[in-house]
């Protein structure tokens, strides 16, 4: 379930990069394989693999977490806490969704909604919704290079792993990858670099957690979070809303 944390990116570089038929069928082909590879304990006991993997209504145990120690147990275990970690989640999604994941098409966020829902709905509805013109998706796909890809995806990771209720020893495998390179898409001295990636290494090697130890984590996180969005400020800043215009002017001769 923690690889779901980056299907926020994912599907957004899905829709930039591909036409958004190309793109619904590489969400197909994904579901499929995780359907087939389900098969063998779905067959034998489906509601119980299905609501292991998804316990949403587990209780989460205070002695367990590395990340928020520091804020104390009865905040830990509360439903307000639980609330906050979930608004936060949602804003910077929406947030990097807005200023950082979709800059390659040049639209706002409700602009780039729009024009997905008209081009899937075009094919159905020719006569009243219109579908992006080829040559915009083009320009769009083109922007679309690996290291966006990478920086979008471990982005969404890291907003989710900053958010999450409690971080258990074993995300430290996705963590400890991703740190490198969103520290290094930051734009911060390479000393600084150094500095956040001991410190993050020293806190999730002491056991049991610490208040100092939770602190650092949360820490560290956030700043690489922040740090890979302020360190691509200036990506894409030469595109413009020409797609929108495009558009509209498609719109307009039809």
């Not at 316990?55 to 147990?73: D, I, M, P, Q, S």
């Not at 804003?91 to 409700?110: A, D, E, K, Q």
């Not at 002491?206 to 650092?216: D, H, I, N, Q």
């Amino acid at each position: 379930m923690s690889i779901l944390l980056a299907g926020p990116a994912i599907g957004s570089i899905l829709l930039l990069a591909l036409p958004i038929r190309r793109a619904l069928n590489a969400v197909f082909l994904m579901a499929q394989v995780q359907f087939i590879l389900a098969l063998p304990f779905t067959r034998v006991n489906a509601y119980g693999y299905i609501g292991r993997a998804f316990e949403f209504t587990r209780r989460f145990l205070f002695k367990w977490t590395v990340n928020w120690r520091f804020v104390g147990e009865e905040t830990f275990l509360s439903r307000e806490f639980s609330f906050a970690l979930a608004v936060a989640n949602i804003s910077l999604l929406i947030f990097f969704l807005n200023t950082r994941w979709i800059r390659p098409s040049g639209m706002h966020l409700w602009d780039f909604i729009s024009t997905v829902v008209s081009t899937a709905m075009s094919s159905v509805m020719p006569a009243a919704f219109k579908p992006l013109p080829k040559d915009v998706q083009e320009q769009i796909s083109r922007r679309v290079t690996p290291s966006f890809i990478l920086t979008t995806a471990l982005s969404s990771l890291s907003i989710g792993t900053l958010s999450a209720r409690s971080l258990h020893y074993q995300f430290y495998a996705y963590i400890a990858w991703s740190t490198p390179f969103l520290l290094w898409k930051s734009g911060i001295h390479p000393v600084l670099i150094y500095i956040v990636w001991a410190a993050q290494e020293w806190s999730w090697n002491v056991y049991p957690s610490t208040t100092a130890s939770s602190l650092l984590v949360v820490l560290c996180l956030i700043i690489q979070v922040f740090g890979a969005w302020w360190g691509t400020r200036k990506e894409f800043s030469d595109v413009s809303t020409s797609s929108i215009k495009q558009i509209d002017k498609q719109n307009r001769t039809r």
